[in-house]
């Protein structure tokens, strides 16, 4: 990348993409504002999803669950007891940091080491920078002479209660770091008048439980046969210990997930999860993911879960690194199990094919809408030379981009041209969403609309009115302009942005 993580978040801004949440009161860490533009996004995004994994499939229906379920949901899924990620806490500043994203920094006085400081992940660079400003801090407090050095390493913190005492707190220098200890994430609330414990209930971590608990309704009310699917958009809350890298990691945020069920099986599953990888791929380069930043990270062992068969990442390659963009899971019977004997009632479901009666099995690929948006922007800013002048753009695949087309009268004082301008523009308003811009410069008018990615400028002048009524047509990455008679307008554009 010829840019960092701060261009893109100040871009965002700038463009009227992602704003920090509640700006004016200093922000809220973990929590993000999606402005005209990102709006248009987000949702063109999750349309195109809808389209591709529900719309234009006959095995998959949609689900649009409640965000609170009743809370024996989470015990039967087992989100109470396991959703957690190890946690220490400083006593003394009272910040609590991820365990496994910790590191220590020895630090070395004439080649001798003298203590550790505690650094949080980051890149390389961060973590030595953030370890040498301790370690001066450490060396000031123990009155060390000599040279002190700090050098980050990663180490992922296993440390016995002795060792931990001996890992000064980030800042104080002091052994004030508590053993680390289970958080978890899911966020609590209360429901009705009561306030004891019999009202809590949490907000949903995952959007997949949602589909879980209506397995049945579904299946009854929707004449689908196993194999089938069930897929459902919407918001879930993580109460991240450290939210970061912007939209990557937040509190709240989309996740559009399918559950697609069938039958159990060794030899059932592997070809339906390789089907599911791969057209999970094909959407995510349908919608302008570049294809040579992506990858694929095959769970093994301990980072897969103890009752999935299988789960395959599809990564995307950050400006702060390669990190798990999506899950593409197989995850045995687990789930409806757990609410069967959770909820008492009976999921199974008899396959008229097989003359056979059984939990249904499922592969669950999940993917969160902002991570795929933060992804997508990366793979769309460009900057390059046009006539000799720098221009930055974001090369949206026209099927997200926020503003299919901007509407340019080529003059603001001629009544003709501007009346046949605007019928246009109307008439096209009425299939996308299109931006009017009257005012400056032609090549001015251009850039305006490059910078927030609308991939078609229409130009009326006066040839329009005069003579051929025809349009000139401007495409955002090749800057190439051909003539269209008005008539042919709508078909062009259709072709161009809705495949
Ligand atoms: P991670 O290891 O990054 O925390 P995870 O493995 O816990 O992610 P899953 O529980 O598999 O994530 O969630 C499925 C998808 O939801 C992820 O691939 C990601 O796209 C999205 N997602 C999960 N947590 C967050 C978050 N805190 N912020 C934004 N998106 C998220």
């Known amino acids: 990348y010829d840019f960092t993580m701060e261009d893109v978040v100040s871009l965002c801004k700038r463009r009227g993409i992602i704003f920090p949440s509640s700006e004016i009161y200093n922000g809220f860490a973990g929590f993000y504002d ?33 965000i609170i379920h009743n809370p024996t949901t989470w015990k039967s899924s087992g989100h109470l007891d396991g959703f957690s990620d190890p946690m220490v806490d400083c006593k003394e500043t009272k910040l609590r940091y991820r365990a496994d994203q910790l590191f220590y920094a020895p630090v070395i006085v004439d080649g001798e080491t003298v203590g550790y400081v505690c650094v949080q992940e980051g ?34 913190i296993e440390a016995t209660e002795e060792e931990m005492a001996q ?6 220098g002091k052994p004030t770091l508590t053993m680390p200890r289970d958080f978890n994430l899911m966020f609590e609330t209360k ?19 949602g589909i879980f608990i209506n397995f049945k309704n579904v299946l009854t009310t929707s004449r689908q046969k196993i194999p089938f699917g069930i897929a459902q958009i919407g918001k879930a809350f993580r109460n991240e210990i450290t939210p970061r890298n912007f939209i990557f990691r937040s509190r709240e945020f989309e996740q559009m997930e399918v559950e697609y069920f069938i039958p159990p099986g060794d030899d059932v ?50 400006p702060f690194g390669e ?79 926020p503003i299919k087309v901007s509407v340019l009268p080529l003059v603001k004082n001629k009544e003709a041209l501007v009346k046949v301008a605007r019928d246009l ?34 130009t009326v002048d006066f040839e329009t009115i005069e ?33």
């Open 167 to 172: 890992i000064p707190s980030p800042g104080s």
């Open 425 to 458: 523009y109307e008439k096209l308003q009425k299939r996308w969403n299109v931006s009017w811009d009257a005012t400056g410069a032609i090549g001015r008018r251009y850039r305006r609309a490059d910078e927030v990615g609308t991939p078609f400028c229409i």
């Open 34 to 66: 999606y402005g005209p533009m990102g709006s248009e996004l987000k949702k063109n995004v999750k349309d195109a999803w809808w389209r591709h994994f529900v719309t234009q499939r006959e095995d998959v229906v949609g689900l649009d669950s409640s």
């Open 269 to 318: 599953w592997p070809p339906m999860h390789q089907e599911w990888m791969d057209s999970s791929k094909a959407f995510l380069l349908s919608v302008g993911l570049r294809e040579e930043l992506m990858g694929w990270d095959v769970h093994k062992g301990d980072s897969l879960a103890h009752y999935a068969l299988a789960c395959t990442d599809v990564t995307f390659k950050f």
């Open 123 to 156: 890149n390389d660079d961060d973590m030595v920078k953030a370890a040498k400003k301790q370690a001066k801090k450490l060396k000031k407090e123990k009155k060390i002479d000599g040279q002190a050095e700090a050098f980050a390493f990663k180490e992922v």
């Open 467 to 499: 003579d051929d009524n025809a349009v000139t047509i401007r495409d955002r990455d090749t800057t190439e302009q051909v003539r269209i008679p008005l008539d042919d307008v709508i078909p062009y554009l259709s072709k161009a942005i809705d495949g």
């Open 323 to 401: 990190q798990e963009l999506m899950g593409i899971a197989a995850r045995g019977n687990f789930d409806l199990t757990q609410h069967t004997e959770g909820s008492g009632k009976s999921l199974d479901y008899f396959d008229e094919t097989l003359k056979e009666k059984y939990i249904p099995h499922c592969i669950e690929p999940s993917l969160g809408v902002d991570r795929l948006i933060l992804a997508l922007i990366c793979s769309a800013y460009a900057e390059d030379e046009v006539g000799g002048e720098k221009r930055s753009l974001l090369k949206f695949d026209p099927k997200i981009a």
């Open 191 to 209: 429901v009705g008048a009561m306030s004891d414990e019999s009202s809590v209930a949490y907000l949903r971590p995952e959007t997949a439980q």
